[in-house]
């Protein structure tokens, strides 16, 4: 891939064409986003000031980003093995099986809450059998479910992109030198899909933390950031959502930013 | 010592069969193949990376046949060496040692010192040469002192220069190491023969002839060993006289003469190196008891030797010095004598 990218050295109409709609394109995302930020900043920052010291607002934020977390750490314990079965194997029915774990992402959103609503209720195929232990319905269980089967798919198909990018050759020789095929994983394979891994589980943990549909279907109490911001504007309009809406933003997009400084240093070691 | 019991193993569309072969302690043997003959396929079989469909492998007396790699006493060289791109040198050597449980700094220097990287230990695989990394390959694989070192194709990654400075290397290794046995495959007949102590030749997944460099490249068994060891030239036909050891040979095109003890009226081939033939624009050398009248059709120059396409009746191959090309002025069209000894045909039924 490495080798494809090359400068801009000469002129010609269809490079030109391409970079004049990469601009439209960056400017739609980041001037929407930053506009927002900007019209609350100037225009109403007392209304921001006001958004931090609301107990309710901070909660709201704090439970998205923490259900985010849970979501990504029981997405990990099921992707990161996952994606190294469908990387290194073939069997019947492959393709089905992963064509299944895309379904999350295509499926309306509102959709999922409703599916994930009839296993996890009360009376649903999970949800009812657990009942006496585990609450889903309206708690941070339910949550959890929830954004995990949407984000999933982000964190199964980029570890399988990780491992697949390790030869398996690297996996031989390693135990022919003696190590048995776990200490070959975790010592060889895993470290070399790290940096896979690691940009998987940002996606699902930002996936996590944005999805609204299918939360509010299984829990729309105790509130996660979204549903805060949904349930202000249908209250209150414009004024009371978007400082919400901006703070929310803001502690993400930090948060982001930390962890890919952070990772920066970590190398890829793609088979060329 | 290891020893493979009629092993087979169908692979996508390809199928080793019935592969049976014993290799001594200490011996340097060579699988001698073409590409896509199964080699590496054989290789990863005896490592453990696949399981056979049927057979037996016993390393040292052992049944491995169903053990993991882990467990099989040997190490496997890949042929783009297989360094962990994520471990300094230092590490990737002592990964080994830790699996198995080799507690010892000295050696590890020791063997850095012999292989001649301990100035390296500190770098990545990434940033050091092919030869670089194949002595790096060569120390992590020596230092846990396996019973057998698999070698797959390790010098086709290599520049011609790099090629013989690890040739000889690996010949040191192996005469220091008196209870090393060696498996090397390759495709290249010519690293075959200088290294090996004995030669398995694999074709299509068959193992079609065991022996010494000599018996291999002078004794072939069948004519398709024999074209894949440079007989490029096969004449067939039928005995019509023997006379102690000497054979008249009758083609469609000539009557050939040959060394060899077979029954009148059979029917043989008799094949010749390009090497073996000699061109003359005269029939009067006595010595050469085959001499065969021809027109050149083409003529190629490879470096120090030209390769010549005479039609005697039947295409003959031959490899000329260039400087005997340029004094009797081969040229395509021209008529020359083809000439070969008794002793460089090799008959075969």
Known sequence: ?272 | MIEIESLSRKWKNFTLEKLSLKIEIGEYFVILGPTGAGKTLLLELIAGFHSPDTGKILIGGKDVTHLPPEKHDLVFVYQDYSLFPHMSVEKNIEFGMHMKKIKSKEKLFEIARDLKITHLLDRYPLKLSGGEQQRVALARALVTDPEVLLLDEPLSALDPRTQETARELLSTIHKNKERLTVLHITHDQTEARIMADRIAIIMDGKLMQVGTPEEIFEKPVDSQVASFVGFENMLSGRVISADRGLLRIETSEMIIEASGDIEVGSQVHALLRPENIVLSKTSTDSSVRNSLQGRVTEVWTLGALVRVKVDCGILLNALITRQSAEEMNILPGISVYAQFKVSSVHVLR
């Open chain 1, 1 to 272: 891939m490495r080798a494809s990218i090359r400068k801009i050295s000469k002129f010609e109409p269809l490079t030109f064409i391409f970079s004049l709609l990469l601009l439209v394109l960056f400017l739609f995302i980041s001037i929407t986003l930053s506009n927002m930020i900007i019209r609350q900043i100037f225009d109403d920052f007392e209304g921001l000031v006001k958004a931090v010291e609301n107990r309710a607002v901070i909660s709201s934020i704090f439970l998205s980003l923490y259900a985010g977390f849970l979501a990504t750490l029981v997405a990990l314990i099921l992707g990161v093995p996952a994606g190294y079965i469908l990387a290194r194997f073939d069997f019947p029915g492959k393709s089905l099986v992963e064509s299944i774990i895309d379904v999350p992402v295509v499926v309306p959103h509102t959709v999922a809450g409703i599916a994930i609503l009839t296993v996890f209720g009360s009376k649903g195929l999970i949800g009812g059998p657990l009942e006496a232990y585990i609450q889903f319905r309206d708690a941070l269980p339910g949550i959890v479910v929830a954004m995990l089967f949407v984000s999933l798919p982000y964190l199964a198909n980029s570890a399988r992109e990780g491992f697949k990018s390790v030869d398996p050759r690297l996996e031989n020789a390693a135990r022919s030198l003696g190590a048995p095929l776990w200490k070959a994983f975790l010592f060889v394979t895993l470290p070399l899909s790290a940096r896979h891994i690691l940009i998987g589980a940002i996606m699902t943990w930002a996936r996590a933390i944005s999805e609204f549909g299918a939360v509010v279907l299984i829990a729309y109490y105790p509130m996660i950031g979204p549903t805060l911001i949904y349930d202000r504007f249908l209250s209150y309009g414009m004024s009371a959502s978007r400082p919400i809406a901006v703070l929310l933003i803001l502690v993400m997009l930090s948060i982001f930013i930390v962890v890919r400084v952070l990772s920066a240093g970590w190398s890829i070691y793609d088979r060329d």
